[in-house]
């Protein structure tokens, strides 16, 4: 008789019920990770696509006693905001003057600030319909706390304020902390961009970078202010 090695007991043999029974859960994870794929696969864009709308905070445009827009804002947006100020919706236009970039520095580009004045005047704002607030501002934080100073001294009540789709959380957030206590309600509202759209915003590389800044923009936020 064949002898095992010392100090191992002698090998059992495993029971044929035992074999099926492990093979029966094998079978089973098989059969729940192929179903996870498939379904994966196919309700995907359903999900993405839900979890974008839930993300997104809807605002409508409505009467206001500003709009707010920053001077390095793109040009849809900026558009946008003319045009809420030509249906009426609010009086005057309040600029925040954005950081100076390098270019601007160099002489090789015109700083934004001159750049949307001198399409202000072009579109027929006259100085008193236009403010500009602030100086070298680089964040939303800045520019709120820019806004709430400004807003306090010239008895503003009400504020529109355009953003990108999947910024609107954090910019509603902000305005909570910061300019609801000087007494302004903010009507934050998101304006289509031409990048991307909220609706398949996985399938471009700008749609996907603003997602991605905001997962890593809100929670900074939510710390540091």
């Given amino acids: 008789m064949r002898s095992t090695s010392l100090g191992d007991p ?16 094998l079978r089973r994870l098989l059969l729940a990770a192929l179903l996870t794929c498939l379904l994966g696969g196919l309700l995907h864009r359903p999900l993405l696509r839900a979890f974008a709308r ?3 905070i809807e605002g409508q445009a409505g009467e206001a ?8 804002v793109r040009e849809h947006m900026f558009q946008q905001c003319l045009v809420w100020h030509r249906a009426g919706l609010a009086p005057r236009l309040v600029l ?9 520095r ?10 949307r004045l001198r399409q202000l005047r072009v ?36 504020v529109l304020l355009p953003t990108d789709p999947f910024a609107t959380r954090r910019v509603q957030w902000l305005s909570e902390r910061m300019l609801k206590p000087a007494g302004v309600e903010a009507r934050v509202v ?3 961009v031409p990048d991307y759209t909220v609706e398949e915003w996985w399938r471009k590389e700008a749609g996907l970078i603003a997602f991605e800044n905001e997962w890593v923009l809100l929670p900074f936020y939510w710390a540091r202010y």
């Fill in 190 to 192: 998101p304006l289509d």
């Fill in 106 to 115: 160099a002489g090789i580009t015109e700083p934004m600030r001159e750049v």
């Fill in 65 to 72: 006693d500003v709009i707010v827009m920053s001077t390095g």
């Fill in 54 to 56: 839930a993300w997104v």
């Fill in 123 to 158: 579109a027929g704002l006259t100085e008193d319909a236009v403010a500009v607030i602030g100086h070298e501002i680089s964040c939303l934080h800045e520019e709120f706390a820019a806004l709430a100073d400004w807003a306090r001294t010239n008895h503003v009540r009400r």
């Fill in 10 to 25: 002698p090998a059992s043999p495993v029971k044929p019920g035992a074999l099926g029974l492990r093979w029966r859960w």
């Fill in 96 to 104: 925040t003057d954005a950081e100076t970039r390098q270019t601007d």
